[in-house]
């Protein structure tokens, strides 16, 4: 058992709050334990030069986190490397979900604004911003702006790694901070691939502890696509 009596394979308690915001096309506050982010979807009505005339959308995503959204204040200042690379990532996540050519000519920003950081703030942005998406794209199918709905797949994602010889899922911050190795893993609903981060920092880990850690990874995706349906009021 872990510190928090959570089981090696076992996520953290997640809560997704649908429309947490007022004005917006779709948005949601996703809990993970004591992880908690603001997800928000906007459409605009233009997309980014090089697809101009193309007939095609876009989908693209801005990460950040509160000054005291940890236990050390975040200094305000111009977005980060590390918040550059995490929102690449978010906007990586939800395109491989999406077909642009239903969009139209349409960008859907994806905002992911961390108030509370336990760690997996990344996985849990991705995890979030699909259901903001995913209530945008009802928005604009109901408005009639779209005919069909982009959306192919699910997505979401989530951390684990190699904590004092054991593998773990779904990381608080205090046990990512002694791993030995850890991961951030993206999947869709088919459990195909969308992105693996991983990196050894105790010591190297071999090819039968990176296959075990996807294999967690699975398992945490699947029920945390199981949460995102529910919330979204989809049988699965």
């Known amino acids: 058992m872990r510190s928090n009596g ?50 095609e959308g876009w989908i693209t995503a801005e990460y950040g986190m509160l ?3 940890s236990k050390v ?17 978010i906007g990586r996540s939800l395109r491989a979900a999406c077909d642009f050519s239903l969009l139209g000519e349409r960008t859907i920003l994806l905002d992911c604004d961390v108030i509370q950081a336990d760690g997996g703030t990344r996985t849990l942005s991705v995890t979030g ?8 794209i009802e928005k604009m199918l109901h408005w ?5 709905s982009p959306v192919l797949h699910f997505v979401a994602g989530v951390s684990c790694g190699i904590v004092d010889g054991q593998l773990l899922l779904d990381l608080c911050y205090k046990e990512d901070f002694k791993a030995l190795a850890d991961l951030n893993i993206v999947m869709t609903d088919n459990q ?9 920092e105790g010591r190297p880990f071999d090819e039968g502890e990176l296959t075990q850690m996807i294999g967690l990874a699975k398992k945490g995706i699947s029920e945390l696509i199981q949460i995102q349906k529910a919330a979204l009021g989809i049988e699965y």
């Open 192 to 200: 195909q691939l969308v992105e693996i981060q991983g990196t050894a």
């Open 67 to 69: 000054p005291r959204s």
């Open 6 to 55: 959570r089981k090696s394979d076992e996520l953290r308690s997640v809560k997704i709050t649908r429309n947490y915001l007022k004005d917006v096309e779709g948005s949601c506050l996703i809990e993970a334990g004591e992880t908690h982010v603001i997800c928000s979807a906007t459409i605009q009505e233009t997309v980014p030069s090089f697809l101009k005339g193309g007939g």
């Open 73 to 89: 204040r975040i200094e305000r200042r111009r977005v980060s490397g590390r918040s550059q690379e995490i929102q690449r990532l």
């Open 144 to 148: 009639r702006i779209i005919s069909r």
């Open 129 to 136: 911003a699909f259901v903001a998406l995913y209530d945008a």
